[in-house]
């Protein structure tokens, strides 16, 4: 039977917490070393791991196209979810072809403007796209205030209703974080450290993830 602020004081509690721990984990790991066994990480490993990571994508954007539909039905539901797969697929093959991060970032760019280009060409408007889905409607914020002021207001008013032993008490899912974001930044910089022609010295980049961190738990962030 928690109020509203001891509920959102507790939660802000859990993050900060969960970010600022793995920041501590990512710099003791780059401290002792810890990144140099990522060069002894097969090919294969990294790329099974990046298949589940795709495969996990795949079904939160279908979950996002035709959200509220059992997977089964939004399968079905092809139209919705076939051009963002059209778009990584093609995201990858320039990746491949031309090696080029800003051809990348040009491609979606280009994705993000369609909706803007079938409105100008009078194909439908910005209104009808998002009346059947294709644009999301952005809810404008009834506060006047800037982000920050707003954030740090919602922490003067709830952390001190936050029950601490509630938020420390779930090592469960601290443990989790750990390990979820542990594999993602040892994927990340096995990619880096492939990918990069230069030598990467991948102790200063896991430090380096570790300091982000630990700022993203000062403002409010979730683990990197």
């Known amino acids: 039977d928690a109020s509203e602020e001891e509920y959102v004081g507790t939660c802000l509690v859990f993050l900060f917490v969960s970010t600022f721990t793995t920041g501590i984990l990512y710099t003791v790991g780059a401290s002792m070393g810890l990144a140099k066994v990522l060069r002894a990480v097969p090919l294969v ?5 990046l298949l589940g990571v795709a495969l996990f994508l ?6 996002t196209a035709v959200p509220g539909l059992p997977m089964d039905e939004a399968l079905l539901a092809w139209q919705r979810w076939l051009p ?20 990348c970032a040009l491609v979606l760019i280009i994705a993000a403007g369609v909706p803007l280009g079938i409105s100008w060409l009078g194909i439908a408007s910005i209104e009808e796209l998002r009346a059947d889905g294709w644009v999301y409607e952005a809810e ?22 936050a029950r601490w032993s509630v ?28 990918l990069t022609p230069a030598e990467v010295d991948l102790e200063r980049e896991l430090k380096a993830t570790g300091y982000c961190n630990l700022l993203c738990a000062i403002v409010g962030g979730l683990p990197a």
């Open 140 to 161: 404008a914020s009834v506060n006047p205030m800037p982000w920050y002021e707003q954030q740090v207001g919602v922490y003067a008013a709830t952390l001190p209703h």
């Open 58 to 63: 795949f079904q939160s954007a279908i979950g």
């Open 45 to 49: 490993v990294l790329k099974g791991a």
């Open 84 to 103: 963002a797969v059209a778009v990584g697929s093609l995201i990858f093959l320039v990746d491949e072809a031309l090696h080029s991060p800003l051809m």
């Open 167 to 194: 938020a420390l008490s779930q090592w469960q899912a601290y443990a989790g974080v750990w390990i979820t974001h542990s594999l993602s930044a040892l994927m990340d910089l096995k990619a880096i450290d492939i």
